[in-house]
């Protein structure tokens, strides 16, 4: 698992604040932010969030977000709406808001390694 990603507030780096496990993700994720579409690299991910590396310009702080991105082995998709967690300029957290709970039971599978 990397370290970094779900800490601090919006703009700034504080003490840990996750919750839960999460593991590396390495891939490609859509980003949609009033109305622009963004590509992002995965850093971590777990069933509240997922962490990214955005290369350019910040994410602003309160602003909803949905991100689409595909788990190893799921030909399909997911795509799921959230908010910004934090974001430092060139990496960002993203928390997900009202996850079906089949998505969350498939998310928690991938993290905890048993898909």
Known sequence: MRSGGFVGSVGSVGSERRKGPRTSFDGWVEVHVDGVRRLASGRDLSPGGIGLDLGAEPLDGATPVTCEFALPGI??????????????????GIRFDGVDPGLAELLENHVAGRL
């Open 75 to 92: 030909s399909l998709p997911l795509e799921l709406e959230g908010a910004i967690a934090w974001s430092d300029g060139s990496r960002a």
